[in-house]
């Protein structure tokens, strides 16, 4: 054998281990595309309920918001109305009754009073310190 032909049974041999490893790596390229496939293909089969589901509960969410909201400005209507009402019988009323309790305070208090004279306090004084009558009395029981 010549070394033209012992070149090309290399290159030969070379060319064939280059084609099976390519062969092999668009195989397990083949097959990684066959997975992805298949994920995206249950992915979107599980997304669209989902979305579906989102959908509703959004649609519900802004009923209710719809519903709080006319809540919130009856709620209000119903403040205002309370103030206005609050402030028309505190001005109408708030007044007279004021009068009324002073005239009546005045009253008791002209009727009530007695002239009563008041009984002076009986301290003992002990090495600067003030005791009330009522403990004087006790010490004296014991």
């Known amino acids: 054998m010549s070394g033209g032909e ?4 290399l290159v030969a041999v070379f060319w064939a281990i ?3 490893f390519l062969a092999v790596a668009l195989a397990r390229l083949a097959q990684t595309l066959r997975a992805t496939t298949k994920l995206v293909a249950d992915v979107t089969e599980q997304a669209v309920p ?5 959908s509703t509960a959004v ?3 802004q009923t209710q918001i719809d519903r709080v909201d006319a809540i919130a400005t009856d709620v209000q209507e119903v403040t205002s109305n309370a103030s206005a009402l609050s402030t028309t ?6 007044g007279p009754l004021v009068k009324v ?5 005045g009253v008791r208090r002209a009727l009530g009073r007695k002239e009563v ?3 002076p306090s009986r301290r003992t004084v002990i090495v600067g310190r003030t005791l009330p009558s009522a403990r004087r009395g ?3 029981k014991d």
């Not at 012992?6 to 049974?9: C, E, H, W």
């Open 101 to 105: 309790a002073a005239f009546g305070y």
């Open 117 to 119: 004279p008041a009984k």
């Open 138 to 140: 006790k010490r004296k």
């Open 89 to 94: 019988v505190a001005s109408t009323f708030g």
């Open 6 to 9: 012992v070149a090309g049974i």
């Open 18 to 20: 280059l084609v099976s």
């Open 59 to 61: 649609r519900s969410a």
């Open 50 to 54: 989902l979305l579906a589901d989102a």
